[in-house]
């Protein structure tokens, strides 16, 4: 371990060297063009242009070329000025991430002093740098759209499709294989697609091939900027309040009646200048969510109740009161807090710290009348950063980021609050008494730390880990005047429930605890070297700690059924702590020139597990450890755009990157502890994933008010993690991740954008993918082993279970009135593929046909209205406009939610018992309603908006 840190240490030390004078600005855009002499045509050289109520500017060289670099993201005015000419004033210029915005300037001679001349300018609907496929979502964009958070924004972009199970993919990728960025600093997936639409000032889905400065991702990067602090006081408060409402009772019950109070939402920020402190300022936001939930069960069962079932004489307890429960019931805190000041001219120092807390429990059928026994989630999310700038002159600027995030989740039924004080002398005989013999054959005894004695002990995890504990077991709840039910009772959720019954009885036994936290330093440069020649380079370091504590509570006689959780030589208890380690270094080259532009660029990964494998991959139990060696790559990426006519551009690019996956699969299990059945094992050797990527694309703009973009994209994805299954006897069978498999995804995609004036806008996108793979899941082997009789893993591509042929977004928001909109968020999709079973067993191939296809409609209207300073806004959110029942999920006998055969050869085994009260219909236990969308969900809002000048 000792010489995996040195390397670490000293891999860090020598790259900091080499990179010691590049850093990076990886958020703001460019503002260059050409200034002429109106009447001439000549090149005006010394002409002053600024940026409006900003500190950046520049001057026009001999040429009359100007660029203003690091600008943030937003819409802007620039004034140029010069001695003998009118003032030029050019309004409503758009700036993105990454991007040039082109702004030429003709002055117009004068004798007198103070003449201005505006100009307001017209948004470009082709960006002739635009180099691979990229989609921009403004803060105007936001205003209007029927959208709450980051990952609703981006499922309504081309190449995005959601799996069944929520989850984004792009462009036909895994989940897993997408960055989040937070003002250019790389975040957790929560966090990244939590974030309230009300504090994001752009979001930037780069889908192509993305530039060297950007890693650790195969399908794409979401890089979202955040609002900066007003230059006077200012903020935003708004209230909401809504309720799903559907007459779709067969599948969601009490969805019918209308309550506003079932999800509330409250969004405030505030900020400008902090008092007492010259060129420095603020920016604070929260969102509170309080959902009451709204799918339902009924408490007909508490954990206490046990059952029978022999023969006809069914005997199932029903302690519960009847009480009507919501089982997805969620409430979440998420706060931001942007603090800087520009200590001089030419630097600027910000703080920005994150912070989420949420509490969830998710709808679980099988627990739907007995909803005591389900998990708590529970999430906390830290993260703080410090960026520190410095223009070194008007064409280069360093920046140096610090950051540190702290996630910590845990999954339990109760939960423990440590430490807490435990008597070892259960039974109170003043002896120490031998309970049982534990899985390594030692005794177990009262005398939980082994001091000979018999103490009051204090427990906390690492006491749990090196000794096991029993633990607390309060009353939780009365039955009647006369039952006292602890926390934890002997009777578990049991495995001998009929199939297609409901849990009677028990709770889950699992408690889950996760620690991740990342160190994160970003020294970059960003400089324009020549005319033609923007230079980015930078590098970037980040430590991990990984922490996993998984465990089971165990009641038995050996434990005097008091709950107790063994120590980490049980294969009921996994704690362990990880430190992995990685570095990437870039440069890179944007070249302007007239007739063409050209990103290129190279990147370097590196990767430490800073653990050990074993040197017998096949017998890991019986080999010998040795350490896991580092992974590493470099990765060429180009891009090029050139025009075809004034207004047309196409673009290629091509690239290679480089992912390692998810510290849980190198980890997990690391002490090899055998279950039963098949075992699951982590690998700290794990290869990184590959994938080598493709596009072509086109733009044309047909009018003013028109453009077009075709775009063709192939993806090369080589080394996807996978599991390996491997048989030693009839006692050991376990799976192993691996880098072996295989996938590749290729598509087009059109978009058509209509901008009419303020009126009408129109956003119109089709996608058609085809995504391929040996496998969905990395546990796929895990699972078809599971199977009686097993099933053989595919050693071919199939289709992936997010693979959607044809979808179509279209976005249409009319504004009749200055003070009022409405807007239209229409989707089509094809149905995602499944594979046909008839009782349990493959009648086809794996995902060889597909379910129904997706529709659905959301809208928001909305009404400006103005109090002296103040606006206030009244608004309407429909999602699910027409209340359509998209299934998610079907049954694989059928292809549909709502039908299956099972009633042909089940049904008599509930059907005989359905007079009993405790025993429903079958029908209701096999259509669940998370096999369907949400339904029609409305929300009302007010926000009152603020400004102190």
């Known amino acids: 371990m000792l010489a995996g840190w040195k390397r670490r240490i000293s891999t860090f030390c020598i790259s900091l060297f080499c990179v010691a004078g590049f850093l990076q600005g990886a958020t703001g855009g460019k503002i260059a063009g050409r200034v002429t002499h109106g009447e001439s045509g000549e090149p005006l050289m010394g002409v002053n242009i600024m940026v409006v109520n900003e500190s950046l500017g520049a001057a026009s060289d001999d040429e009359g070329y100007y660029t203003i670099l690091n600008v943030p993201p937003g819409t802007y005015e620039i004034m140029a000025t010069s001695i003998g000419f009118k003032t030029a004033r050019i309004q409503n210029i758009q700036v993105n991430s990454d991007m040039t915005r082109t702004v030429n300037i003709q002055l117009e001679p004068t004798v007198l002093q103070g003449e201005e001349v505006v100009v307001v300018a017209e948004q470009p609907l082709v960006r002739s740098d635009l180099t691979s496929s990229k989609s921009t979502v403004t803060e105007e964009d936001l205003e209007v759209m029927p959208v709450e958070s980051s990952s609703a924004i981006l499922s309504t972009q081309a190449g995005v499709t959601q799996g069944s199970d929520g989850a984004l993919h792009i462009r036909g990728g895994r989940s897993s294989e997408v960055v989040y960025m937070i003002d250019g600093i790389p975040v957790n997936a929560n966090l990244g697609q939590s974030i309230s639409t009300n504090i994001i000032s752009e979001l930037t889905l780069i889908s192509g091939t993305f530039n060297a400065e950007y890693g650790k991702a195969m399908s794409g990067i979401v890089n979202i900027t955040t609002k900066d602090a007003s230059r006077d006081l200012s903020g935003n408060v708004k209230l909401q309040a809504g309720d799903m409402f559907s007459q779709n009772t067969h599948v969601f019950t009490d969805v019918d009646e209308y309550n506003p109070t079932t999800f509330l939402r409250t969004d405030f920020d505030v900020s400008g200048p902090i008092p007492l402190l010259k060129n420095s300022g603020f920016f604070i936001t929260g969102t509170i969510k309080n959902s009451k939930g709204w799918l339902y069960g009924v408490r007909e069962h508490n954990t206490y109740d046990s059952y029978s079932l022999v023969g006809d004489q069914w005997d199932i307890m029903m302690t519960g009161d009847s009480q009507r429960v919501a089982l997805n019931d969620n409430f979440s805190v998420n706060t931001m807090m942007k603090l800087f000041v520009t200590p001089t001219d030419n630097t600027k120092l910000m703080y920005q710290v994150a912070a989420e807390k949420s509490d969830w429990q998710n709808y679980d059928h099988a627990w739907k009348y007995n909803p005591n026994g389900r998990y708590q989630h529970e999430n906390q999310y830290v993260f703080h950063a410090l960026h520190f700038t410095h223009s070194l002159s008007n064409k280069t600027y360093y920046t140096l980021k610090f950051s540190h995030s702290d996630k910590h989740a845990e999954d339990y039924v109760h939960k423990l609050d440590m430490p807490f004080e435990w008597n070892e002398d259960i039974n109170g005989n003043g002896r120490i008494d031998e309970l049982g013999r534990k899985s390594d054959g030692s005794p177990f005894t009262e005398d939980l730390n082994d001091d000979g004695q018999l103490t009051v002990v204090s427990v906390d995890w690492d006491f749990i880990k090196e000794h096991g504990s029993f633990i607390p077991n309060p009353v939780w709840y009365t039955i009647g005047d006369s039952v006292s039910v602890p926390h934890y009772v002997v009777n578990t959720a049991r495995s001998d429930v009929p199939s297609y019954h409901f849990i009677y009885g028990g709770q889950n036994t699992g408690y889950y605890l996760s620690d991740e936290l990342t160190s994160t330093v970003k020294f970059d440069l960003t400089s324009q070297v020549t005319r033609n020649h923007l230079i980015r380079t930078g590098a970037e370091a980040n430590f991990h700690t990984y922490h996993r504590n998984n465990m089971a509570i165990e009641m038995s006689s050996r434990t005097m059924w008091e709950p107790y959780i063994p120590d980490v030589s049980s294969s009921a208890h996994d704690d362990y702590t990880r430190y992995p380690f990685d570095f990437s270094a870039y440069i890179q080259d944007k070249i302007e020139l007239q007739d063409f532009i050209m990103n290129i660029g190279l990147r370097y990964d590196y990767f430490d597990a800073n653990d050990y494998t074993f040197s017998d991959a096949t017998h890991p139990a019986q080999s010998d450890t040795v350490e896991a060696s580092p992974k590493s790559q470099f990765s060429p990426r180009l891009g090029l755009s050139f025009p075809i006519t004034d207004q047309g551009f196409i673009h290629f690019s091509y690239g290679h990157f480089f992912q390692m996956p998810s510290f849980y699969y190198l980890y997990r299990n690391p002490d090899l ?38 775009t063709l994209f192939y993806r090369d994805i080589i080394n996807w993690l996978s599991s390996e299954y491997n048989f030693i006897d009839n006692t050991f069978r376990y799976t192993k991740y691996v880098t072996e498999d295989y996938g590749n995804v290729r598509g087009i995609t059109f978009s058509f954008t209509q901008r009419s004036g303020h009126a009408l806008t129109l956003n119109l996108d089709y996608t058609y993918q085809l995504a391929e793979g040996n496998s969905s899941s990395p546990d796929a082997a895990y699972y078809d082993n599971l199977q009686i009789p097993p099933i053989e893993s595919e050693k071919y591509v199939v289709p992936l279970a997010w693979d959607v042929r044809h979808s179509v977004n279209a976005n249409i928001t009319i504004r009749p009135v200055q003070n009022a909109g409405i807007s239209f968020l229409n989707r089509f999709s094809t149905g995602k593929p499944y594979t046909p079973a008839v009782q349990g067993q493959r009648n086809a191939e794996e995902n060889s046909d597909n379910k129904p296809f997706h529709m659905t409609t959301d809208m928001q ?29 079907v049954h694989d006998d059928t292809g549909r939610a709502g039908y299956s055969l099972i009633p042909t050869y089940a049904g008599h085994a509930v059907q005989e018992h359905e007079d009993h009260p405790a025993v429903h219909p079958l029908e209701e236990y096999i259509t669940p309603p998370t096999y369907y969308s949400n339904p029609r969900q409305i929300l009302l809002s007010l926000s009152w908006q603020f400004k102190r000048n």
Do not use: C, H
Not at 685 to 706: I, P, R
Not at 862 to 889: Q, T
């Open 861 to 889: 209207a909305y009404y400006d209205f103005y109090v002296m300073k103040s606006r206030f806004r009244l608004a309407l959110k429909i999602y699910n406009l027409f209340d359509r029942l998209n299934e998610n999920y």
């Open 673 to 710: 502890k055998r279950t039963s059945g098949v075992t699951q094992f982590g690998n700290p050797n794990l290869n990184a994933q590959k994938t080598v990527m493709y596009e072509l694309g086109f733009q044309q703009q047909l009018s003013m008010t028109t453009a077009i973009d075709v």
